[in-house]
């Protein structure tokens, strides 16, 4: 089983984490009212998003992971017993708990059983036990999880970006082989999703989750660009795609559209097109990730703000 990631470097004073919520003002306002113990704004937050499902994984994720939120979701699911969204915000919040060490995984895995109980047709606890054994399960478990996800939600984007991760680390011994399995199931997985869905970037996404593990493997330079990895054909190719595909995008409302923009920044500043790269921390803005500006031991603030800065003083 492998363990949940390293804490990646420490942050300087006065420099802030990346928000999980990204854009959503929404969420970080009832995020706040959460913390203080009123999850009543919580309950209106989730009935608005409705069965958006993208939208409503990565709200009830990132409310999960707040401190505080466990003590909070047990106390609103005393109050109404039958909510399947205090039982979902309760499973998320022992995932997150169970992956910081805080938390038993077999209590967070029972969590999430009872909220998929409560809302059958709801991807989001699925979704929050593929997110504990992304980390901390089998290949077998991990499959399992992903199919019950995309069974209820096909477009997943939050679960197709954790089962690439996963499967990038499979093989690190094969070193760059372009006939790895994570490159094969990223072009089927956009191949199937409509013509406008995001997951049109996951094969860049499954380039740069390959040079993480390659790098944590010793089998490539860890400094992306040093490695070379982003200068073959295949690379080549892949980003020629994904970012005409972007040029044409419309659908900027995607809750974790900025997650996509931050792995294409990070691979057209990789590739050496620093044109490309400032149209992009344009529209990044301020939000950007912890991940791929992290890969494979980086501090990813001044990995972001170094290519940020490369990219658009060149522009």
């Known amino acids: ?31 706040e009212q959460l913390a203080q113990g009123r999850w009543t704004r919580v309950r209106s937050l989730l009935t608005r998003t409705g069965d958006d499902w993208d939208r409503r994984g990565h ?3 990132v409310l999960g992971e707040a401190r505080g ?12 017993p039958e909510s399947a969204d205090a039982a979902a915000l309760l499973a998320c919040a022992a995932v997150h708990r169970a992956l910081a060490g805080k938390g038993s995984p077999d209590r967070a895995r029972q969590a999430c059983r009872a909220a ?37 939600h096909p477009e997943h984007h939050h679960a197709h970006h954790l089962i690439i991760a996963r499967l990038a680390e499979r093989r690190p011994d094969t070193g760059q082989d372009p006939l790895h399995e994570v490159y094969d199931f990223a072009a089927w997985a956009a191949e199937q999703a409509p013509a406008d ?19 944590v493997a010793g089998q490539v330079p860890p400094d992306p ?35 996509d923009l931050n792995y294409l ?44 800065s490369a990219a658009l003083g060149d522009a």
């Open 59 to 61: 709200r009830l994720l």
């Open 265 to 308: 920044a990070h691979a057209k500043f990789c590739e050496g097109r620093l044109a490309e790269a400032a149209a992009l921390f344009h529209r990044i803005g301020p939000h950007r990730t912890t991940a791929p500006w992290s890969y494979p031991d980086r501090d990813p603030h001044q990995a972001f703000t170094a290519a940020r």
């Open 197 to 215: 869905s995001p997951l049109a970037v996951l094969p860049v996404v499954a380039h740069a989750e390959r040079h993480r593990a390659l790098a």
């Open 1 to 31: 089983m492998a363990p949940p990631p390293p804490l990646l470097g420490r942050r300087r004073r006065g420099e802030q984490p990346p928000d999980p919520a990204l854009d959503d003002t929404e969420l970080v306002d009832v995020r």
């Open 69 to 80: 939120t466990h003590a909070w979701a047990q106390d609103w699911l005393l109050a109404e």
């Open 116 to 152: 998929a109980a409560r809302a059958p047709q709801d991807p989001t606890p699925w979704l929050a036990q593929l997110l504990l054994a992304r980390h901390l399960g089998t290949e077998e478990a991990v499959t399992q999880l992903y199919d019950q996800v995309r069974a209820r």
């Open 225 to 259: 660009v040093a490695s070379g990895h982003w200068a073959t054909r295949r690379a080549r190719q892949t980003m020629k795609a994904a970012f005409d595909w972007w040029l044409e995008w419309e659908r900027e409302d995607h809750p974790r559209s900025r997650v």
